[in-house]
């Protein structure tokens, strides 16, 4: 299912002038040349005619086109802009201007980050994230004494880095008593499961509307200066509201910037997917929780906590209910699992579901389960058979992975080794798209490429120009858009230049694993034909 850059447009485009293709173009619309570059396009070349949000022609440097705009790219790269297709935009805009604990190399560093953000926040829930306790030389988390001490008297929520934990302060617990009921919930302050779910909503829920759309529009904004010209917004009543996820889907229709492709976790929330005019009712519908936090579902048990296989939260016939209804209203259906019991659970329901609407059905919906980071070959070929889409994000890899990282700690060497094997998804056919998980991991498309390129195991390396792909066309494709994501004939103008003249390969082959390869830089953003970044 994953697609190179290019294909099939490649007979008909070269089978025409500029000429006559400019002709074509209808009037009353801005034409512009980007002339002097280098293309990644099936036609390769050195120049692009657009008009409006629409490409006319790729190919040689043209002198006889007649444009509005003339731009000269200066020998810079063009390429599709890069789509992230995982991101949860306002708690991703919190930690770019607010409390980000991220890199905190011990327990201290993040109280005194904490102790500083309170004294510039003097009033309202002090609101930040994440801390990782697997950095720390006595690896244990934090807790509300540790809040309390940082910050007296005051409500602190704070995420652990994978957003499935949190520490909140004893003013915070004493807000909700009703929490200590709660599966998860423990007295040291450290929350997981339903108890942590509903004291972060209740954190989130101190935020003003204008707080919020301020946190998406730096999110937009940031994204805009690294190349991203998408973002698949990951909504759900666990993550967020219904009001978030409206106002971030409004500034993707009225202000520039990233374009916006939304959905809606929730089980049973199709209905509510489609009155937002979601993709889908899908992405973090959680079917098990994370492996930093334990709450991952594994069908054996974790190595450094024997007898605790996680949490399972969605069954089989739940899911494949969800499935079928999502099928019926023409939507997406789609689910987060990390674990390889919470993985066997997603593809046996999407198996269930095609028993009951026809395999043709689920394979035309381009359905998706996020993260799939502990799936074994049968099951690959499974998802390749039912048309399932996989959104993963490669940083886990490069943050978490490999035998000595935090993944190898919580599941031991094996099965840390096998995980996230993204080579072996992409060759059985599932199709592949690259996100963040922003703010779990930070907005940055070429450290998801350098990532997938660099894996942990070196089975499971992509090569780099299957690895751009997948963060660019394959993040369109993974949110049905069939006419964006490749330079070429007929498709939107959605891409960006950058300050090298590649070609990807360029990048990483022969370069030092460690760390140094120096990526492009973004000169310029461009969506749908308009530019919503220039470099200054």
């Known amino acids: 299912m994953g697609s190179d850059i ?21 009037p009353g619309t801005r034409r512009t040349l980007w002339r002097g570059g280098r293309i990644q396009s099936p036609e390769g070349g050195s120049a692009m005619l657009t008009e409006g949000e629409r490409i006319l022609w790729v190919g040689d440097d ?5 444009a509005d705009q003339v731009v000269d790219l200066g020998g810079a790269w063009v390429t599709p802009a890069f ?6 935009a306002t708690s991703t805009g919190l930690a770019l201007s607010g409390l980000d604990l991220t890199g ?24 930040g994230g994440g801390w990782d306790e697997s950095l720390w030389p006595d690896r244990r988390p934090l807790t509300a004494a540790d809040l309390d001490r940082a910050a007296p008297g005051r409500p602190v929520y704070l995420a652990r880095t994978d957003h499935h934990s949190g520490a909140v302060s004893t003013p915070l617990l004493a807000a909700l008593p009703e929490v200590r009921g709660d599966a998860g919930f423990d007295e040291s302050g450290l929350l997981r499961q339903a108890a942590h779910e509903r004291l972060r909503a209740m954190a989130h829920g101190s935020l003003s509307a204008a707080q919020r759309l301020e946190a998406q529009r730096r999110t937009r ?3 805009a200066e690294l190349g991203v010209g998408c973002l698949h917004e990951l909504a759900g009543p666990v993550v967020s509201s219904e009001d978030d996820l409206a106002g971030m889907l409004e500034l993707g229709r009225t202000e520039p910037g990233p374009d916006v492709i939304g959905y809606w976790g929730e089980l049973g929330g199709a209905a509510t997917a489609r009155r937002h005019g979601c993709a889908g009712a899908a992405g973090d519908l959680f079917v098990d929780g994370s492996i930093g936090s334990h709450t991952a579902a594994l069908c054996a048990p974790y190595a450094d906590r024997p007898g605790d296989t996680g949490a399972l939260y969605i ?6 209910e969800h499935i079928v ?19 066997r659970t997603a593809v046996e329901a999407f198996e269930a579901a095609s028993q009951r609407v026809g395999l043709d059905v689920i394979r035309a919906g381009r359905h998706r389960i996020e993260h799939v980071e502990m799936i074994d070959a049968g099951l690959i070929a499974h998802m390749a058979h039912l048309g399932v889409w996989a959104s993963v994000q490669p940083a886990f890899d490069a943050c978490w992975g490999g035998v000595h990282g935090m993944y190898g700690e919580r599941v031991g060497a094996e099965r840390a080794a096998a995980m996230n094997p993204f080579a072996s998804l992409a060759e059985a056919g599932v199709g592949l798209a690259f996100g963040s998980d922003s703010p779990v991991t930070p907005i940055d498309p070429w450290a998801g490429v350098l990532a997938a390129v660099r894996h942990h195991t070196p089975a499971h390396r992509m090569s780099a120009a299957a690895a751009l792909t997948a963060h660019t066309v394959n993040g369109w494709r993974a949110g049905r858009v069939d006419d964006c994501g490749e330079l070429t004939e007929g498709m939107i103008a959605t891409f960006a230049v950058w300050d090298q003249a590649g070609p990807m390969a360029d990048l990483v082959d022969g370069k030092p694993d460690d760390g140094s390869v120096a990526v492009p830089a973004c000169v310029r953003t461009v969506v749908r034909g308009a530019t919503v970044y220039e470099r200054a």
């Open 104 to 127: 905190c190399q011990s327990r201290a560093e993040a109280l005194d980050r904490l102790t500083a953000h309170a004294a510039a926040q003097p009033d309202g829930t002090l609101l």
């Open 62 to 66: 043209p002198r006889d086109v007649t």
């Open 325 to 343: 209804a999502c099928a019926g209203a023409g939507l997406q259906a789609g689910f987060h699992v990390i674990g390889d019991a919470a993985v």
């Open 315 to 320: 069954d089989v016939e739940a899911a494949a």
């Open 221 to 223: 904004a940031r994204a």
């Open 83 to 88: 789509v992230d297709a995982h991101v949860h």
């Open 6 to 26: 290019g294909g099939e447009h490649e007979r008909t485009v070269l089978a025409r002038s500029p000429r006559s293709r400019a002709a074509d173009a209808g």
